[in-house]
């Protein structure tokens, strides 16, 4: 069984299908190409003559590559971002694009990463560049597999964020990973932006088909996995073959993936995109469900090799109001609301919703979708709003474009995870995915978790990523700079919070396999 270099992987490889063929681990290889893309980068396209030796630049792409020699191949040591400071030390000959230089502050890549350093000239700026925040951001819970979308408060310095969207997720699987790296296939912690969206998204080998490929028929899609007698025979209609006759899924990415800056797996968030699933939208969470069953896990590990995975409805949504530049931000941790809800009675109960949320308590926001062929494959290819697609008179024909229309329920309203260590780790429901903690009460003190992040703010109190030689390796912190050590100032809060009860392993679930 095949691995790629664990440096350089991505998987959205649904494992759970259960069929005779031989489960896959491989995983994306992303091609030179698509690493070195800058999707935001301004080429400045200088002449050489231009620039001073001793003279003081700012970067003006989103990931320009870093090379120790002055070569454009197999040299890269990192990726500077946008803003980032440098001093040019030579600027070689006319022949090369390159220039040598020396980081002066970087968000992306240490100053020292190696004896010497060497960038293209052409994304090089006298000028900082002015970078609005966005309005809003993510944040992505790999403890409990779930993603959060919050609309940034900018009312005062210090304000509570807003909850627009909460949904489950798929993270990188911990059960297996290269027989050289046991922590292959987790997801990494951090700060990372969203440098664009690719609508039916395909890895750079080929390996996993497009979702759909424009000028295809819409007949060569596979049937949902709801339409058949069981989730698990639905979802084997997504298997086939790809161009080498190898075994392997059929859009795998789902409708859209969101890549990410920086990328690279020296000081970026490893290639680990954010993106869909297999299946349609009235399937809605099943592709992720079947991820979690006891049945599937006897057959296959469930999850990925590093991306974060939604459904398909879920991703669109998010692709149609988070644009490039959007933040996303990666933790590891307890969850826990300022506000608190209150659950009385005993045969009939009663909730009394959080005050903040109160109407959004079991009433979600109604986004209607309608996605269509058109922008297959293009980077910020058209969104699946079907207001926008109303608004801009674009064409909707059954049988030709319009793949599938219908309804996507946004949940607005903040739930708390809970850690649980009776359940499953591959549950969703244990707060624990890569078991940091024993789970047991006696060693409550001795958790490895830091800090809250309370959902219904967008905000962490006292919070630090976990320690990667405390957890033997199973978290890993890169990304930009303001989070690997720190908590940025408008993310950052403290006071009284209502984190929930955590449960703890008993002697009954100690010896099921699929408990911890």
Request: proline share 4%.
């Amino acid at each position: 069984m095949t691995k790629f270099n664990s440096r350089r992987l991505c998987s959205a490889v649904l494992s759970m299908l259960i069929a005779s063929s031989p489960l896959l681990s491989t995983a994306q290889e992303i091609s030179a190409v698509e690493a070195n893309a800058a999707s935001a980068s301004v080429s400045q396209g200088v002449q050489k003559s231009q620039l001073q030796v001793g003279g003081r630049y700012f970067i003006s792409a989103d990931a320009l590559n870093v090379r120790s020699s002055n070569a454009t191949t197999g040299n890269i040591v990192g990726k500077l971002s946008i803003n980032d400071e440098i001093e040019i030390l030579d600027v070689l000959n006319e022949a090369t694009p390159l220039v040598q230089i020396k980081i002066i502050r970087s968000a992306s890549v240490n100053a020292d990463v190696a004896p010497e350093l060497f960038v293209s000239k052409d994304y090089l700026s006298t000028k900082s560049l002015v970078t609005a925040a966005t309005k809003y951001f993510v944040i992505q819970n790999v403890a409990t597999e779930k993603t959060r979308i919050y609309e940034r408060c900018t009312e005062t310095p210090n304000c509570a964020h807003k909850l627009v969207m909460e949904s489950d997720m798929v993270v990188g699987r911990p059960e297996e990973g290269t027989k050289t790296d046991p922590h292959a296939f987790k997801t990494w912690l951090g700060h990372a932006k969203i440098s664009e969206w690719v609508k039916f998204y395909q890895d750079g080998l080929k390996h996993y088909p497009n979702w759909y490929k424009a000028g295809d028929s819409l007949n060569s899609i596979p049937d949902p996995i709801t339409d058949s007698v069981t989730k698990t025979l639905g979802s084997r209609k997504w298997m086939t073959k790809d161009s080498k006759g190898n075994s392997t899924i059929h859009g795998a990415f789902g409708w859209y993936a969101a890549k990410v800056t920086p990328a690279d797996e020296v000081n970026g968030m490893n290639y680990q995109w954010m993106h869909g699933t297999i299946g349609w939208g009235k399937d809605g969470a099943a592709a992720i469900e079947l991820t979690r069953g006891f049945f599937a896990n006897l057959f296959a590990n469930p999850g990925s090799a590093g991306c974060t995975r939604l459904e398909n409805r879920a991703v669109a949504y998010m692709r149609s109001i988070l644009a490039p530049g959007t933040d996303i931000y990666r933790v590891y941790a307890r969850e826990s609301t300022r506000e608190l809800e209150t659950i009385t009675g005993v045969f009939k109960k009663k909730v009394t919703p959080l005050p903040r949320y109160a109407h959004n308590f079991e009433r979600p926001a109604v986004w209607k979708y309608i996605l269509l062929t058109d922008g297959a494959q293009r980077s910020n290819g058209l969104t699946a709003d079907a207001q926008e697609i109303i608004n801009k008179a674009i064409p909707v024909i059954a049988g030709q474009n319009l793949i599938e229309q219908g309804t996507y329920d946004v949940d607005q309203y903040p739930n708390a995870a809970a850690l649980n260590f009776g359940k499953s780790a591959a549950s969703g429901e244990s707060g624990d995915r890569y078991k940091i903690d024993s789970g047991w009460e006696k060693d409550a003190a001795k958790t490895n978790f830091r800090g809250y992040y309370l959902v219904d703010e967008g905000r962490f109190i006292d919070y630090k990523h976990p320690d990667r030689v405390a957890t033997k390796g199973a978290v890993r912190v890169s990304g930009l700079a303001d989070f690997r050590d720190s908590v940025p100032e408008f993310l950052a809060t403290s006071g009284k919070h209502n984190p929930p009860k955590v449960t703890y392993r008993t002697e009954n679930n100690n010896g099921n396999p699929n408990d911890r």
